[in-house]
């Protein structure tokens, strides 16, 4: 996938929206392109700086461009924090022309026993939380159909670009049980609960893990929303 945003992007340049820790930047440098990013969060901000990235701190809607332009935005698992018609206005005005607009989110299908012990402990320790889970009746893709397909219409409601593609990629990554319980705090369902009831998701999320042999792997398919831009109007 970053492969086909660099070659379908007319040069280097690329701005990653909502860079996080830099994880998508890393990929693109290494293909090639010169990243900046754009971060609301500074401790985040701050972390992928330290990687050897430029990073500046606002939200895209309110990010000043100050005149400057680029050959691709990007943005990985963070499109849906921002305005859909708005985000993609401005996608248009720092693009130049021939410009490639990629947002792009990496869906998967947790296990069924580890999202049941997950779904479980989490409804326990915080039952008023906005982030409810249980097992999905429907395949995950589905389900994230509806943020690609709100993801294109900002798009075309937004004027100035080709009609959006849809991208997709399938592949799988395995977890040890420490590796998936390493990354768990930083899940934004996660990220606001007090230690001890952190401690309790993860304690039995981590014995579903251990019942399965103590590993498991994960289907993932990345799934990425392209528009070209076809104006500088």
Same mark, same amino acid.
């Given at each position: 996938m970053v492969e086909r945003i660099v070659t379908a992007s007319p040069g280097p340049d690329v701005l990653d929206v909502g860079c996080g820790t830099g994880i998508a930047?890393?990929?693109?440098?290494?293909?090639?392109c010169k990243v900046l990013g754009v971060e609301p969060d500074p401790r985040m901000a701050d972390f992928a700086r330290r990687?050897?990235?430029?990073?500046e701190v606002a939200t895209f809607e309110?990010?000043?461009?100050?005149?400057?332009?680029?050959?691709?935005?990007?943005?990985g698992t963070a499109w849906h924090w921002v305005d859909p018609v708005a985000g993609a206005a401005k996608a248009a005005q720092v693009l130049r022309p021939g410009g490639l607009l990629a947002v792009f989110w990496h869906v998967f299908q947790?296990?069924?026993?580890?999202?049941?012990?997950?779904?479980?402990?989490?409804? +326990?320790? /915080?039952? !008023?939380?906005?982030?409810?889970?249980?097992?999905? $009746? +429907?395949? /995950?893709? !589905?389900?994230?159909?509806?943020?690609?397909?709100? $993801?294109?219409?900002?798009?075309r409601a937004a004027a100035g670009f080709s009609d959006p593609e849809q991208w997709r990629y399938d592949w799988e990554q395995s977890y040890s049980r420490d590796e998936w319980l390493d990354q768990m705090p930083t899940s934004g369902a996660l990220t606001q609960l007090p230690p001890d009831k952190l401690a309790e998701v993860l304690a039995g999320t981590g014995a579903a893990i251990d019942a399965m042999g103590g590993s498991f792997t994960m289907p993932y398919t990345t799934v990425a929303v392209t528009a070209a831009r076809t104006s500088t109007a």
């Amino acid at each position: 996938m970053v492969e086909r945003i660099v070659t379908a992007s007319p040069g280097p340049d690329v701005l990653d929206v909502g860079c996080g820790t830099g994880i998508a930047a890393r990929q693109f440098q290494a293909a090639g392109c010169k990243v900046l990013g754009v971060e609301p969060d500074p401790r985040m901000a701050d972390f992928a700086r330290r990687g050897g990235f430029e990073v500046e701190v606002a939200t895209f809607e309110a990010w000043d461009a100050a005149g400057r332009e680029f050959d691709a935005v990007v943005a990985g698992t963070a499109w849906h924090w921002v305005d859909p018609v708005a985000g993609a206005a401005k996608a248009a005005q720092v693009l130049r022309p021939g410009g490639l607009l990629a947002v792009f989110w990496h869906v998967f299908q947790l296990p069924p026993e580890v999202m049941e012990a997950f779904a479980v402990v989490h409804q +326990r320790v /915080a039952p !008023d939380s906005p982030f409810q889970f249980r097992r999905p $009746a +429907r395949p /995950a893709l !589905d389900v994230y159909q509806a943020i690609l397909t709100k $993801a294109a219409g900002g798009i075309r409601a937004a004027a100035g670009f080709s009609d959006p593609e849809q991208w997709r990629y399938d592949w799988e990554q395995s977890y040890s049980r420490d590796e998936w319980l390493d990354q768990m705090p930083t899940s934004g369902a996660l990220t606001q609960l007090p230690p001890d009831k952190l401690a309790e998701v993860l304690a039995g999320t981590g014995a579903a893990i251990d019942a399965m042999g103590g590993s498991f792997t994960m289907p993932y398919t990345t799934v990425a929303v392209t528009a070209a831009r076809t104006s500088t109007a």
